[in-house]
């Protein structure tokens, strides 16, 4: 089983950077891939990025490329998220998610194809 645990969050200003973390602490053995999505009041949930199980291959969404980042220490069964130049924009609940899988072929993946969801963890960026 995967159990994920989102932390990192906060209050922020226009410019800063904020790294976001999830781990699982379920016991599990089997490759997932992880990803990350946001969630602002009134809107749907969006894919943000992706990381393989291996870590090997990641995927950033288009607009945010450039600013965000993924990784993953397998060691540590922690996916991160570094959000740098953050904009008010960017202000959403931040949830994790896996799906277990053996490929390492990673793009955008829909909320739809996750099987796991941590609580989230939300991110305030004041201008």
């Known amino acids: 089983q995967v159990q994920l645990v989102e932390s990192g969050g906060g209050l922020v200003q226009a410019g800063a950077a904020l790294r976001l973390s999830c781990t699982n602490s379920?016991?599990?053995?089997?490759?997932?891939?992880a990803a990350w999505f946001r969630q602002a009041p009134g809107k749907e949930r969006e894919f943000v990025a992706a990381?393989?199980?291996?870590?090997?291959?990641?995927y950033v969404e288009d607009s945010l490329k450039g600013r965000f980042t993924i990784s993953r220490d397998s060691a540590k069964n922690t996916v991160y998220l570094q959000m740098d130049n953050l904009k008010p924009e960017d202000t959403a609940r931040y949830y994790c998610?896996?799906?277990?899988?053996?490929?390492?072929?990673?793009?955008?993946?829909?909320?739809?194809?996750?099987?796991?969801w941590g609580q989230g963890t939300q991110v305030t960026v004041s201008s």
């Open positions: 998610g896996a799906r277990l899988t053996t490929t390492q072929a990673i793009g955008v993946m829909p909320p739809s194809l996750i099987q796991f």
């Open positions: 379920g016991r599990t053995f089997s490759p997932y891939a």
């Open positions: 990381v393989s199980w291996s870590g090997g291959n990641t």
